[in-house]
């Protein structure tokens, strides 16, 4: 029997190898056992699925499924992104099953539950889907169905309540818009067309490969995108994940602004131009550039474990400004505590509109807000066995100096984070959740520190 494990966003695994039709009925029975012990049989289910291969297929066993033990099912029309799903979620009173495995290679399918808050699921509900999945078939009620259901319409209102679509026509910046074979497609540019917002597009076909890539978009997938906005001249570039909960920006230098960068300019925009009042949440892994930007405003700084779940759990417990983690997640006040990367790309293109400028003007005054630039930088180090992973966070976590430098402080809610006496380092040392591996992320302001505290590292 194969394994199946709730991770820190759903189940993901190889479709044809565990990803199959019969852990697909286990996970759906588990889903309905826990919706009906919690909520009853009335609570409706919402079920939605990204360009993944097989995800229209597996969503629609899921709803048979689910319809079969009684509960009214409501069944996209169409491929849809996670955030569209999530944000109907909550405006229906509805749990959901989301089928995509988000940036994860095309190879991969997974199914994500979504409680009726619209955010990720927390370690209590992720263990009572575990808890049964070894339920047998139980029907609940009689008058199930599976009816299909446009969750665009209502996710596009909201979206516009959030964001002057109107003022984004004023930008100078030409916008190139990389579909990257996404969720996205069909969403984003739909929006922009309904505006008038002119821009140009790419790759705006879905692909169950992705184009041969990565859905990432990260700077080593986002190769075609970065040369045509160096070759436009004037121009950035905006793209989506696979499911499109994660962005990717490339300013008009052709280069890759960072998820911390984007989301401290954001956290300014939303203040100065909005009005927004709050605090700001971050992960342990995300940047001191949020905390200095924050210093700066005024405001206080939430800090999390690394993961959206942490952050949508820290979102609906302090409506903050905004919260994002360094992975390319964010979402904002007013909107649901879950990433969105339609949600972060729009308000890129609002905070340009309202400044009237660049987007490398608007990284030029952050980081004369912020008084420095950090650089960052993450090595993986594989070991043999989980075994090796205690002995190596206990023996950071017992350090006093790095090199030449002191620890003034350690953090321990995600791994081990030692902050050093340059008040402008750190080091986080944090186990991957599902294999022995440690993930090290590096920050300072400036790369030859990197590099320095890199060796220094790997000497322990």
């Known amino acids: 029997m194969t394994k199946i494990k709730f991770g820190t966003d759903g189940w993901r695994a190889i479709v044809g190898e565990d990803f199959t039709a019969e852990n697909v009925e286990k996970v759906s029975r588990a889903v309905g056992k826990y919706v009906f012990d919690n909520f009853g049989i009335e609570k409706k289910i919402i079920i939605g699925y990204d360009p993944r291969n097989k995800a229209d297929e597996f969503s629609n066993q899921a709803a048979e499924i689910l319809a079969d033990m009684g509960f009214g099912v409501l069944y996209s029309d169409k491929i849809i992104p996670t955030p569209v799903l999530a944000y109907n979620a909550k405006l229906l009173n509805a749990c959901a099953l989301m089928f995509t495995a988000s940036h994860n290679p095309p190879e991969y399918l997974g199914i994500k539950f979504i409680p009726d808050y619209a ?111 160096k070759s436009n001249g004037n121009s950035v570039g905006l793209a989506n994940d696979g499911d499109a909960d994660r962005f990717g920006v490339i300013n008009e230098n052709g280069e890759y602004v960072s998820p911390n960068e984007i989301i401290a300019i954001l956290l300014m925009h939303l203040i100065k131009n ?18 200095k930007v924050a210093d700066k405003l005024g405001i206080e700084v939430i800090e999390t474990a690394v993961g959206f779940k942490h952050v949508g759990e820290a979102m609906r417990k302090f409506n903050p400004v905004i919260g994002g983690e360094e992975s390319g997640g964010l979402s904002i006040q ?27 003007e608007l990284q030029k005054e952050l980081y004369d807000f912020a ?47 030692i902050y050093l006496d340059d008040n402008t380092s750190w080091i986080l040392v944090r186990p991957s959740g599902t294999e022995p591996l440690l993930r090290i992320y590096f920050e300072s302001d400036s790369l030859d520190k990197i590099e320095e505290l890199k060796h220094i590292v790997a000497s322990l």
């Open 119 to 229: 955010g990720p699921a927390t370690k209590e509900i992720t263990d009572a889907l575990m808890a049964n999945l070894d339920c047998e078939a139980i029907v609940f009620g009689k008058s199930g169905s599976v009816k299909k259901y446009d969750f665009q319409k209502d996710y596009n209102t909201h979206l516009e309540s959030l964001i002057d679509f109107d003022k984004i026509k004023s930008i100078k910046t030409n916008i190139i818009y990389d579909g990257f074979y996404s969720a996205s497609i069909g969403y984003f540019d739909k929006l922009l067309e309904k505006h008038d917002i002119k821009f140009e597009t790419m790759n705006m076909f879905h692909d169950i490969n992705f184009g041969g890539g990565m859905p990432d978009p990260k700077p080593k997938y986002l190769t075609d995108l970065i040369e045509k906005v």
């Open 274 to 291: 909005k009005g927004y009042k709050g605090s700001v949440v971050k992960t342990v892994g995300a940047s001191l550039l949020l905390n």
């Open 334 to 360: 007013g909107h649901i505590p879950e990433k969105d990367g339609l949600l972060a790309n729009s308000l890129v293109l609002e905070a340009m509109a309202y400044e009237n400028k660049s987007l490398v």
């Open 371 to 417: 008084g420095c630039k950090f650089y960052n930088d993450r090595v993986d180090k594989k070991l043999v066995s989980t075994e090796e992973i205690k002995p190596v966070l206990d023996k950071f976590r017992e350090l006093s100096a790095v090199g030449n430098y002191k620890i003034i402080k350690t953090d321990t809610k995600d791994g081990v984070k």
